[in-house]
């Protein structure tokens, strides 16, 4: 089992004996998630596909809680942000903008990428680096404005 989906066991439990009903309903969405790979994909996912998983749902939290807000339903968007900071106690701490633009200049530099049609070629490179680190949109609009300015 992957220490990472040991820790959110873990915290599931604790959040069980606290009683804390918030806690422990993200703690079950995210193992069952992660339960989903397992019966689907017939594997146990290692940290880094249980990291991308935490990475989608906070995502996905971030999404619902912006498009609840524009519905004016604040009292939604609270629960999804509340949600979004119990999941990013399991991600690493983010890179700031200076450190994601220097990996960015690393990369392109050691991949050689003169242009639009290497982006691939560096985001390849880049993702497993800013995975649960950084938003992977922002990052390849980072890219890209480098790739073509």
């Not at 989906?5 to 806690?23: P, T």
């Not at 146990?44 to 939290?61: F, N, S, W």
Request: charged share 35%.
């Amino acid at each position: 089992m992957s220490e990472l989906k040991e820790r959110l066991s873990a915290a599931m439990k604790d959040a069980m004996r606290a009683k804390d009903k918030a806690r422990l309903g993200v703690f079950r969405m995210t193992l069952a998630a992660i339960k989903q790979i397992e019966v689907d994909e017939r594997i146990e996912p290692d940290d880094a596909r249980v990291l991308a998983l935490l990475d989608k749902l906070v995502k996905q939290r971030k999404d619902s809680a912006s498009q609840y807000r524009d519905a004016g339903r604040d009292d939604l968007a609270d629960i999804e942000d509340a949600e979004v900071v119990v999941l990013q106690e399991f991600l690493p701490t983010q890179l700031t903008d200076a450190e994601i633009d220097a990996l960015i200049d690393d990369t392109i530099a050691s991949t050689g990428a003169a242009g639009m049609q290497d982006m691939g070629k560096v985001m390849g490179v880049l993702k497993p680096q800013l995975q649960g680190r950084a938003d992977m949109g922002a990052a390849s609009g980072r890219v890209k404005a480098k790739l073509t300015g």
